[in-house]
């Protein structure tokens, strides 16, 4: 079974910071990508961030130059360092994972979610 779990929401003012960590934990055999998306009350669930196992990286426009996406492969773990937050930014964060998982020698695909973290940034 593979997990994923989010830490590093909170709530702060507006042009604060935050950052968020995911650590995926299981039977990985590797992962290809790592991201985040946001949802806001009302609203769909949006790209905000996306990682693969190379350098290449994504933006949403909304968030280019105020936000990184980073990860630690060794520690299957990526990173979300959001700076000069808005209030429109506020909602909750979720962590996704396309990766490779093996099992008594079987590989699946899987494309894994985390719980979600709430981030609340004030005006």
């Known amino acids: 079974q593979v997990q994923l779990v989010e830490s590093g929401g909170g709530l702060v003012q507006a042009g604060g910071s935050l950052r968020l960590s995911c650590a995926a934990s299981?039977?990985?055999?590797?992962?290809?990508?790592m991201g985040w998306y946001r949802q806001a009350p009302g609203k769909q669930r949006e790209l905000v961030a996306a990682?693969?196992?190379?350098?290449?990286?994504n933006y949403a426009d909304s968030v280019k130059g105020r936000f990184t996406i980073s990860r630690d492969n060794r520690k299957n773990t990526v990173y979300l360092q959001m700076n000069s937050l808005k209030p429109e930014d506020t909602a909750v964060y979720y962590c996704?994972?396309?990766?490779?998982?093996?099992?008594?020698?079987?590989?699946?695909?899987?494309?894994?979610w985390g719980q979600g973290t709430l981030v609340t940034v004030s005006s």
């Open positions: 996704n994972a396309d990766l490779v998982a093996v099992t008594e020698g079987a590989y699946r695909y899987l494309e894994v």
């Open positions: 299981g039977s990985i055999f590797s992962i290809n990508a």
């Open positions: 990682a693969t196992s190379g350098v290449s990286t």
